[in-house]
């Protein structure tokens, strides 16, 4: 690895390489033409600042290219949480380095100023006011590095990890040195500060494993044979190739003023194909309703009283009609 390492960092550094020798070359050709003391001091100075930002240049380059060989060795199954592990803390610390190698070539360019340096002493005498001034404009920058850091280390979130955030379902797409990105059901992106996953609590679906159980509400009459649908149920989740063969069962939770309701239990590989399977049980056990015990259908009762005079009339029997027709009748008839 590392000598693939060594390999590929020359390779993609002949660009800040030639241009490093370019520098030194004019350090050496500037020693050695007589110039007047100003002016040699501003090449000088000039090609110092160069080789700190090619030094802080190459120091990216090589940061880059150690996380991408260490992501090559790393399993892309969703599904490896070692994998996603060590994937999500390579690219937290990835860009952490990153960051600090900018923040101290930009630190070293500014000490090179000489009109910088003295001005940084004059706020190092003031560093009382000026520190809590710098530490409250910088509050968000540092809560995000550190959340990174107690990211990078305690593993709340990885890569892929399917979560709910803000009552929203997504997986993690990627984490930056300052935000996560998530990317949701319906492939809109979420983007959550670093700080949030720290700071407030949120739902991680595949912390342990992705395997999760779901569950399926049904609402039925009181008829209903609790017996015969749990069967059924155990016959429809063994059918399905969705299901993982762990859990199923079948229990009434509640019983209402008018229905009573019942709650089906199925587990299954990870979340998508757990919403999948409840979508399928759902559609299954009403359709075995519907079939076999229509009346076990939710129903409204109502009580109807009638008056002495609507109960009698209801309760007199109707005169029987006969195929004879009377003299009274045939009177009538035109």
């Not at 994998?83 to 070293?108: D, F, G, P, S, Y």
């Not at 109502?302 to 195929?323: K, N």
């Given at each position: 690895?590392?000598?693939?390492?060594?390999?590929?960092?020359?390779t993609?550094?002949?660009?800040p390489?030639?241009?490093?020798?370019?520098?030194?070359?004019?350090?050496?050709?500037?020693?050695?033409?007589?110039?007047?003391?100003?002016?040699?001091?501003?090449?000088?100075?000039?090609?110092?600042?160069?080789?700190?930002?090619?030094?802080?240049?190459?120091?990216?380059?090589?940061?880059r290219?150690?996380?991408?060989?260490?992501?090559?060795?790393?399993?892309?199954?969703?599904?490896?949480?070692?994998?996603?592990k060590?994937?999500?803390?390579?690219?937290?610390?990835?860009?952490?380095?990153?960051?600090?190698?900018?923040?101290?070539?930009?630190?070293?360019v500014?000490?090179?100023?000489?009109?910088?340096?003295?001005?940084?002493?004059?706020?190092?005498?003031?560093?009382?006011?000026?520190?809590?001034?710098?530490?409250?404009a910088?509050?968000?920058?540092?809560?995000?590095?550190?959340?990174?850091?107690?990211?990078?280390i305690?593993?709340?979130?990885?890569l892929?990890?399917?979560?709910?955030?803000?009552?929203?379902?997504?997986?993690?797409?990627?984490?930056?040195?300052?935000?996560?990105?998530?990317?949701l059901?319906?492939?809109?992106?979420?983007?959550?500060?670093?700080?949030?996953?720290?700071?407030?609590?949120?739902?991680?679906?595949?912390?342990?494993s992705?395997?999760?159980?779901g569950?399926?509400?049904?609402?039925?009459d009181?008829?209903?044979?609790?017996?015969?649908?749990?069967?059924?149920?155990?016959k429809?989740?063994?059918?399905?190739?969705?299901?993982?063969r762990?859990?199923?069962?079948?229990?009434?939770?509640?019983a209402?003023?008018?229905?009573?309701?019942m709650?089906a239990?199925v587990?299954?590989?990870?979340a998508?194909?757990?919403?999948?399977?409840r979508?399928?049980?759902?559609e299954?056990?009403?359709?075995?309703?519907?079939?076999?015990?229509?009346?076990?259908?939710?129903?409204?009762?109502?009580?109807?009283?009638?008056?002495?005079?609507?109960?009698?009339?209801?309760?007199?029997?109707?005169?029987?009609?006969?195929?004879?027709?009377?003299?009274?009748?045939r009177?009538?008839?035109?």
């Amino acid at each position: 690895m590392r000598a693939v390492f060594l390999t590929s960092l020359l390779t993609q550094t002949r660009g800040p390489t030639r241009l490093a020798l370019i520098i030194v070359a004019l350090s050496i050709a500037a020693a050695a033409v007589p110039l007047d003391p100003a002016t040699a001091a501003n090449v000088h100075h000039a090609l110092l600042i160069a080789f700190i930002i090619l030094a802080g240049w190459i120091g990216v380059i090589a940061v880059r290219l150690a996380g991408q060989i260490y992501s090559r060795r790393l399993s892309s199954d969703a599904a490896d949480l070692l994998a996603r592990k060590h994937l999500t803390q390579m690219r937290i610390l990835e860009r952490i380095a990153t960051v600090l190698i900018l923040v101290v070539a930009a630190a070293c360019v500014l000490i090179t100023f000489e009109s910088v340096r003295e001005y940084g002493v004059s706020l190092f005498a003031s560093a009382g006011i000026a520190g809590v001034i710098a530490g409250l404009a910088a509050r968000p920058v540092l809560s995000n590095l550190f959340a990174g850091i107690q990211i990078a280390i305690a593993q709340p979130i990885r890569l892929e990890d399917a979560v709910i955030v803000e009552n929203e379902w997504g997986r993690i797409e990627e984490i930056t040195g300052t935000y996560v990105v998530i990317r949701l059901w319906d492939w809109r992106r979420m983007i959550v500060p670093l700080s949030y996953f720290i700071e407030k609590p949120f739902q991680n679906w595949t912390r342990q494993s992705p395997a999760l159980i779901g569950s399926v509400l049904i609402y039925v009459d009181y008829t209903v044979p609790v017996a015969r649908v749990r069967e059924e149920l155990t016959k429809i989740v063994s059918r399905s190739k969705l299901w993982d063969r762990q859990v199923v069962n079948l229990q009434v939770t509640d019983a209402k003023h008018e229905t009573v309701e019942m709650r089906a239990l199925v587990s299954a590989a990870d979340a998508p194909t757990a919403f999948d399977l409840r979508c399928e049980v759902r559609e299954a056990l009403i359709d075995f309703l519907q079939r076999e015990y229509l009346h076990a259908l939710p129903k409204r009762r109502a009580e109807v009283t009638l008056s002495e005079d609507a109960r009698h009339t209801l309760e007199r029997p109707a005169p029987l009609r006969t195929g004879a027709i009377t003299e009274r009748e045939r009177s009538r008839a035109p």
